[in-house]
């Protein structure tokens, strides 16, 4: 992941996470490991001004509910690392609902992952 080297220096990420980062994404992320539906949170980077987009009132963390399909919805936005794992660890059943505005995103599954 030296792609997104210095975007997690500042915190440890929970064993048991499995890194889903692709390339093209703007910052890594990383998926609970369960069956069918889990709970996927992109970490965008610790200082604010290298955040993408260049917006420093951006959230540093974004937790979306995905189901078999790969199709996520967004259930949690905050740059509160704690609140973040607690709601990775609750499980995708005990995620809180989003505005409803939020747009969905794909998750495309990785071969392998």
Not at 42 to 59: A, L, Q, T, V, Y
Not at 73 to 91: I, L, P, Q, Y
């Amino acid at each position: 992941m030296t792609q997104f080297k210095g975007f997690t220096s500042d915190l440890v990420v929970p064993s048991g996470w499995v890194d889903v980062s692709w390339h093209n994404d703007a910052c890594p992320s990383y998926v609970t490991p369960l069956e069918g539906e889990g709970l996927h949170i992109f970490i965008d980077h610790h200082d604010p001004k290298e955040r993408e987009p260049r917006n420093e009132s951006m959230p540093r963390f974004f937790i979306s509910r995905i189901d078999d399909e790969g199709l996520g919805v967004g259930v949690w936005t905050g740059d509160d690392w704690e609140k973040a794992k607690s709601v990775m660890k609750g499980g995708p059943e005990n995620a809180p609902d989003m505005d409803p505005i939020v747009v969905s995103i794909t998750v495309s599954k990785q071969e392998g992952a």
